[in-house]
């Protein structure tokens, strides 16, 4: 077990702490001195933290440019406040840990659910469409990627940034939907669970995730294009391959590419059919839901949050009953 989690750091100058982290992302830079510094996210199961050795020798700078995303390093530090944040100012970076010295579980925030209960819940609620081409198309997909599925993340940061992230995104999201069909009884029910199923599957050749569900950097094609456009044609594809009707095709890519709603979010066209409308609610709900549930987990009853980006910058109260 660790002997420091970052949920319970606490601002002490005079207490040194010796553990090992995670990096999220590490970046030299100049400061206005003249000198070099070494900013880091830092990362455990628990949460994420700033960090910062300040003043590089030429050695450290040569080590630590070696640094990268995914890395677990072992760190001598004392645990400050910033612009009312904890921040690790770092003493001396003590290397990296061996892959068969730590347990995995406290460093790497994972989906509550396993993701073989999660995968098997989706297929079930994709295997009982009635409409035979939604369900071919969506079990190719799910059938081709389960071993990327069983890990990936819905992000690189953010909402669903963690192992099998983008299984439990899916997961809620077609929970919701098909209580969203009870109420809106219009709503095909077998398009909208598709379009869910369908709307970021893209995610898996966008992001260049390893198999912790850590992302340092997107694909080349995940930079260029996005999940929305490779999504776009990708079902296009995957469509002309099985025969499917052209208009259920056209009705899934625009369900695609259409779910973020706005231009600045990557969706040139917003929703024109009900259950696209739907899909985007559906996609929001479950962000910020993640967002808010993931911002309060470590802060008392009566006490607010810090502030949440995602959110614009809300700070959020957590109740006391």
């Known amino acids: 077990m660790k002997p420091y989690y970052i949920k319970d750091l606490k601002p002490d100058d005079n207490h ?14 100049d400061g206005n001195n003249g000198k070099r510094h070494l900013y880091m996210t830092l990362a455990d199961a628990t949460g994420d933290i700033q960090a910062v050795k300040w003043t590089l020798t030429p050695d450290e700078i040569a080590s630590y440019s070696k640094i990268r995303t995914g890395m677990i390093i072992t760190v001598a530090a004392r645990c400050k406040e910033y612009q009312g944040k ?24 994972a989906a509550p659910e396993s993701p073989e209960g999660m ?20 079990l190719s997909f799910y059938e081709d990627e389960k071993d990327r599925l069983m890990y990936y993340p819905a992000a690189m940061s953010n909402h669903h940034a963690e192992y099998a992230g983008l299984l ?7 929970m919701m939907g098909e209580r969203a069909c009870e109420v809106y009884t ?14 970021d599957i893209e995610k898996l050749n966008e992001l260049n ?45 625009h369900m695609a590419l259409s779910h973020h709603y706005e231009p600045e979010y990557g969706s040139p066209k917003k929703p024109l059919f009900p259950e696209a409308e ?19 987990e ?11 980006y995602t959110l614009d910058n809300r700070k959020l109260y957590k109740r006391t009953f």
């Open 16 to 29: 040194h702490l010796e553990d090992r982290f995670l990096v999220r992302n590490a970046d030299i830079r």
């Open 86 to 109: 904890n921040q690790l100012v770092i003493d001396v970076i003590k290397g990296r840990a061996k892959d068969d010295t730590y347990d995995r579980a406290d460093f790497f925030k």
């Open 119 to 138: 995968y098997e819940y989706i297929l079930s609620r994709i295997n009982a469409f009635e409409d035979e081409d939604l369900r071919d198309l969506c």
């Open 168 to 174: 439990y995104h899916v997961k809620r999201m077609m």
């Open 186 to 199: 219009f709503l095909n029910k077998d398009l909208l669970l598709a379009g869910v199923a369908l709307h």
């Open 209 to 253: 995730s390893d198999e912790n569900g850590v992302v340092p950097d997107y694909t080349l094609e995940g930079k260029m294009l996005g999940h929305l456009v490779m999504g776009v044609a990708a079902i296009g594809e995957r469509c002309r391959d099985l025969g499917l009707d052209e208009e259920k095709c056209l009705m899934m890519q």
């Open 278 to 296: 739907m899909l985007h609610y559906l996609d929001m709900t479950d962000a910020k839901m993640f967002d808010m549930e993931e911002a309060l």
């Open 298 to 308: 470590n802060v008392e009853p009566g006490e607010f949050s810090d502030k949440v």
